[in-house]
């Protein structure tokens, strides 16, 4: 059974960087498509970045576009979310996602990722 565990979150001024590390332990994630996704407070959860397979092929929503960038390292078979010019809005309960599926390109959907983390707190004050 996989355990995705998040890190990295806290709290933050606007304007600065946090980076999210999501930790894959009992099975191998590499060689799957992985997310993050975001939930606000009273908001449904939404996709803020995904990264493909290979790494070679990243997708980002518009409201983060820009200011995150998503990395894997296979060897430590981790996920990194690195954000840069955080924003109030940015604030939400952050988790990664893998997608067992191989067979299909990056998905933006919550329902396409088979197994979740518990997700990691950001903050960002104003």
């Known amino acids: 059974q996989v355990q995705l565990i998040e890190s990295g979150g806290g709290l933050v001024q606007a304007g600065g960087s946090l980076r999210l590390s999501c930790a894959a332990s009992g099975r191998t994630v590499s060689t799957y498509a992985m997310g993050w996704f975001r939930q606000a407070p009273g908001k449904e959860r939404e996709f803020a970045a995904g990264i493909s397979r290979s790494g070679s092929v990243t997708l980002y929503s518009d409201s983060v576009k820009g200011r995150f960038a998503i990395s894997r390292d296979s060897a430590k078979n981790t996920v990194y979310l690195q954000m840069d010019s955080l924003k109030p809005e940015d604030t939400a309960v952050y988790y990664c996602?893998?997608?067992?599926?191989?067979?299909?390109?990056?998905?933006?959907?919550?329902?396409?990722?088979?197994?979740w983390g518990q997700g990691t707190q950001v903050t960002v004050s104003s």
């Open positions: 996602a893998v997608d067992w599926t191989t067979s299909r390109g990056l998905r933006t959907q919550s329902h396409d990722y088979d197994y």
